[in-house]
């Protein structure tokens, strides 16, 4: 595609969903589908060349659900424009950037059925197959859907291309969580593949390692229901993980260990006029979350503090910023924030011991302990 000049910004198209000139023409097709015209609940993924399909459900009045990136803070994002939007903001929402803006997270248990999913792909063939960009997101997404009860076998899958990623592709490369589509859609043509190759059932636990889990806090919400279920939800890489933290190790020079115990209650209070006005609360943390899952949210977000408290075991966290502007910006910024399956809980710490929402009915002092500051 970079070389006869098909592909589209963002460039180079390598290591991504590729963008193509044409794109926008391709998605227009999507109105022309039984499927998409009769679906009002529509899952779009967040790649450029889908764009169009996103404004078309937006225009269309449809509820749009787009994924979170990389699956960090949760798995959807419902897209709400503001009342009244015109044309130019129904475009900005459909962007990356719109998506940011004005979406709201979708916990586990709101009851999502989605109707129609539209997914990007690198290489699909004819017969329904597809090849991502080889990080299995897609295939993430549909089966975590699957587990969720959001989707179905018969749930219509739609792939929008350029005409020459339609390809023959060996069914030797497929494996059974990977995702098939049922229609495929390029500048020129509309195609109904016929798939008859089932989609993925579920999540495929024996293909999740532990250092996905530890990426995707949603994968550990929906293994602990499928594991209370009854469900054999052993990792891919299990039995060497349980022998690695059962074995005596020394720890390096330079780590410091976390204790696994609940930190002990600091002694005595703080009055409302000694915290900080610089300080940000962060509440209902999930208690599976880790303190590196929050840095990276923050970051992502642009509201990295200069130093963050972490009272885990509390399913709280402290912020410190330079001044209190800053600190009311990132209140602003953090509304709505999901980890796992929790909506976190936002406020300045001042606020928010006003409110005697602290644990206990107390605000306990925020000096940091040798443990907790990071």
């Known amino acids: 595609m970079e070389s006869q000049n098909l592909a589209d910004f963002p460039r180079p198209v390598h290591h991504r969903i590729p963008n193509f000139k044409g794109s926008y023409l391709a998605c227009q097709s999507i109105k022309d589908l039984e499927v998409f015209s009769r679906m009002q ?50 475009r900005k929402c459909a962007t990356s950037q719109g998506v940011k803006n004005y979406s709201t997270p979708v916990g586990l248990d709101a009851r999502v059925l989605v109707d129609l999913v539209v997914v990007g792909s690198v290489a699909v063939s004819e017969k329904g197959w597809r090849i991502g960009k080889g990080e299995g997101y897609a295939d993430l997404e549909y089966a975590m859907m699957m587990s969720m009860g959001a989707v179905s076998q018969a749930t219509p899958v739609v792939t929008i291309v350029h005409d020459c990623q339609v390809v023959d592709i060996p069914e030797a490369l497929l494996e059974d969580h990977d995702l098939t589509v049922d229609y495929i859609l390029t500048p020129t043509r509309v195609i109904t593949t016929g798939c008859e190759r089932p989609k993925p059932r579920g999540i495929t636990w024996s293909k999740i390692s532990y250092e996905m889990m530890g990426k995707i ?19 891919q890489d299990e039995h060497r993980h ?50 590196s899952e929050l840095k990276r949210a923050l970051r992502e977000l642009g509201a990295a503090p200069l130093r963050l408290i ?5 399913h709280r966290a ?22 796992g399956t929790n909506t976190l809980k936002v406020a300045l710490a001042r606020q928010q011991q006003r409110a005697n929402d602290l644990e206990g009915g107390r605000a306990r002092t925020l000096h940091p302990d040798p443990y907790s500051t990071i």
């Open 217 to 235: 806090p949603i994968l550990r919400s929906l293994r602990s229901r499928e594991q209370q279920a009854g469900k054999d939800v052993t990792l």
């Open 318 to 339: 402290f912020l410190h910023y330079p001044d209190s502007a800053s600190a009311q910006q990132a209140v602003s910024c953090l509304q709505g924030l999901c980890l």
């Open 242 to 291: 349980l022998l690695e933290t059962h074995s005596p190790q020394t720890a390096p020079l330079g780590a410091v260990r976390r204790p696994w115990h609940p930190a002990p209650r600091e002694s005595g209070s703080m009055q409302g006029e000694e915290v900080p006005s610089d300080t940000v609360y962060i509440g209902n943390l999930p208690w599976d979350t880790r303190v």
């Open 41 to 90: 609940e529509v899952k779009v993924d967040p790649d450029k060349p889908l764009e169009g399909v996103r404004l078309l459900a937006l225009q269309s009045k449809k509820t749009l659900l787009v994924p979170t990136p990389r699956l960090r803070t949760g798995l959807f994002n419902r897209i709400t424009p503001p009342a009244g939007a015109t044309k130019d903001i129904l």
């Open 310 to 314: 972490w009272q885990g075991p509390r």
